[in-house]
């Protein structure tokens, strides 16, 4: 049975950009981000009164009314990239790449630190971890190089990736973070596998990485202090 176009807001024909958004989103996709939005907002008026007391702040929904600004700007930054098409895609996540890779290599002089990590940059009372916007860009970046290197047109769509992936590993050493380092890092590998790679370089990348893993116990002292203090609270 056909659906009737009366019920649709627009028409399979329509082919403006809100009618292709229309008929080629996920909306289960949409409604469970939606979800955990609302859910968030929610959670945050629980817990705002409590933390605000702690912290001897006059309004007891201040952290409440910051996520309800911050849910409503991540919403908004959803629906608008959900409206690009393929190529606008790759142009955002390369310009957004760009900016937060310059952020993070001046985060050393011009960041924020906290609990002996240099990993946020203060603007007009609010904090920015330049990181949480490379993550996202880099995983597009580099699933477009491992595309176009399997077009087999010359483009060293691989080595481009992997430096990518490198450039963006030794900005988060730095701060250091080695927990955002092991989210990249298992998103970069899922990336690899998915790309077709022989299985020998998939396996080399694992034992390469299980190698950084344990080394920054040796090279970072508030890793080792969180390990001993598991294994021995």
């Known amino acids: 049975m056909s659906q009737n176009p009366a019920h649709q807001a627009f028409a399979r024909s329509d082919r403006s950009p809100f009618g292709v958004w229309w008929w ?13 939005l609302v859910l968030g907002v929610l959670m945050s008026f629980a817990a705002s009164p409590a933390a605000a007391a702690r912290m001897d702040l006059g309004d007891p929904f201040y952290f409440a009314l910051r996520q309800c600004v911050f849910a409503a700007a991540g919403a908004a930054v959803l629906l608008g990239a959900s409206l690009l098409d393929d190529r606008g895609v790759r142009r955002a996540a390369f310009f957004v790449y760009l900016a937060a890779i310059l952020i993070m290599a001046a985060l050393p002089f011009i960041g924020h630190s906290a609990k002996g990590a240099t990993r946020w940059l203060e603007l007009g009372g609010f904090t920015l971890q330049p990181s949480e916007f490379m993550k996202p860009a880099l995983i597009v970046l580099v699933a477009w190089m491992f595309a176009e290197a399997q077009k087999g047109q ?26 955002q380092t092991i989210l990249i890092s298992i998103a970069f590998g899922a990336a690899f596998w998915m790309a077709g790679v022989p299985i020998s370089w998939v396996m080399g990348l694992g034992v390469l990485s299980i190698s950084g893993l344990a080394s920054t116990y040796f090279l970072f002292p508030h890793v080792a202090s969180r390990v001993d203090r598991f294994i021995n609270p």
């Not at 010359?154 to 900005?171: D, E, R, Y």
């Open 154 to 179: 010359g483009v060293p769509g691989v080595t481009i990736a992997f430096v990518l992936f490198g450039i963006s590993v030794a900005l988060l050493l730095i701060q250091p973070d080695v927990g």
């Open 24 to 36: 080629t989103m996920d909306r289960w996709l949409l409604g469970a981000v939606a979800a955990l």
